[in-house]
Every structure is written in C-alpha cells, then in structure tokens.
T-cell receptor, first 111, second 114 residues
Framework: AQSVTQPDIHITVSEGASLELRCNYS??????LFWYVQSPGQGLQLLLKYFSGDTLVQGIKGFEAEFKRSQSSFNLRKPSVHWSDAAEYFCAVGGNNDMRFGAGTRLTVKP | DTAVSQTPKYLVTQMGNDKSIKCEQN?????MYWYKQDSKKFLKIMFSYNNKELIINETVPNRFSPKSPDKAHLNLHINSLELGDSAVYFCASSQGQGRGGELFFGEGSRLTVL
C-alpha cells in the first residue's frame, strides 16, 4: 500500500518569508499526489494535485509544489507567507482504492 | 449549498452509549469515505464505499458499522462507545476511487466520550 511521510511536525516562519513543506511518498506506480490544508475546526481543502505532465504544479492561495520522482518527493512551497496561512498541511497519495495521508505539518506564522 | 455535510458537528456522550453520524454529498460522486482524525491530527481511513458497495474496511473494531443507503449517503454507527473513540470523524467523497479523484471533505464531527 502507498504511504506518505512528512518529516516536519511543526514549522514556524515569519510573515513574508518563504516556505517549504516536505513530503516523501512510497508507491509502486506513478503516484497521484495531493496537498490539503486544514484550518482550525475546519475540514480539509485541496491546495493542489499532481497526476501527470509538468512536474511543477500551481495551486490556490499562491502555493506550488514540485514532483521529483528521483527523490520520491512532492514538496510544497510559497514565496511569501501570510498570517492567514497558519494551519495544518497534509500531503496525500492516491492508491488504487483510497487516499493515504501523511501525519501533517503544523505551520505557525510569526508577525 | 454545502457539498459534503455531516451531522452532528459535535457529539458528547457517555461510555457504553451508541451513536450515529450522518453524511450526505450533493456532488454526484460515486465513492464515499470515513476518516478518523486523532488528537495528534493523524488522519486514518476507516471505510470506503463505491456505489453503495463496501470497498475498504480497515482494521476497525466491529463496534463501528457503516451504512450506505444510496450513493449520496454514508452513515457511521458506533456501538458501546469507549474513551478511545474520542476523535474527529470526517466524511469525504470522490468521483472514482483513490487515484481517480480528489477528496471533498465535510467539516467533521467531533465526538467526545466521557
């Protein structure tokens, strides 16, 4: 079965600074990869997804992610973080029957 | 108009009781899921149904019983509630399973067992 590792449990960045959240996956075939964001007390919202094609994908809210097959990674980036980006971020990989999530990375934004 | 809706949003109950959580999606999707999110935010799949047929049944105590009366509904019934069942339960739907499609999530149902 597929699996996802998010090495960073908690990251703190200053507002306006750049952000990179790491994600490594394990899957035997070409993966379908996703990043979701969860604000406090809310459900999960899709930020972006990768199925095939261009390895750099653009998402909502100014986020992007790059698929690197050689590193089994799908890291999420944003050039300039806003205070409203503070949330929990989940990387996920779609398998044959379901989607598996990483443990999440909590992002704190300092003023 | 909410795409995936769950009721109730909050549920506080005593150990040993039985409770249900309902989920409805109006997206026309053919696959629905239940995920459990524990206190550390870890999301674990419990069940998935495709066209009312059970596809995934992870290692979940048989006190948990999902029911899908039609493609748009997936309910979760829990018998003999235990303290460890306290969590947020998320319903989700997709068109196609796993690799096929992105999941759309409800807002979650926070279950507290006292």
């Amino acid at each position: 079965a597929q699996s996802v590792t998010q090495p960073d449990i908690h990251i703190t960045v200053s507002e306006g600074a750049s952000l990179e959240l790491r994600c490594n996956y394990s899957y035997g075939a070409t993966p379908y990869l996703f990043w979701y964001v969860q604000s406090p007390g809310q459900g999960l919202q899709l930020l972006l997804k990768y199925f095939s094609g261009d390895t750099l994908v653009q998402g909502i809210k100014g986020f992007e992610a790059e698929f690197k097959r050689s590193q089994s990674s799908f890291n999420l980036r944003k050039p300039s973080v806003h205070w409203s980006d503070a949330a929990e971020y989940f990387c996920a990989v779609g398998g044959n029957n379901d989607m598996r999530f990483g443990a999440g990375t909590r992002l704190t934004v300092k003023p | 108009d909410t795409a995936v809706s769950q009721t109730p949003k909050y549920l506080v109950t005593q150990m040993g009781n039985d409770k249900s959580i309902k989920c409805e999606q109006n997206l026309g999707h053919d696959t629905m899921y239940w995920y459990k999110q524990d206190s550390k935010k870890f999301l674990k799949i419990m069940f998935s149904y495709n066209n009312k047929e059970l596809i995934i049944n992870e290692t979940v105590p048989n006190r948990f019983s999902p029911k899908s009366p039609d493609k748009a509904h997936l309910n979760l019934h829990i018998n003999s509630l235990e303290l460890g069942d306290s969590a947020v339960y998320f319903c989700a739907s997709s068109q196609g399973q796993g690799r096929g499609g992105e999941l759309f999530f409800g807002e979650g149902s926070r279950l507290t067992v006292l």
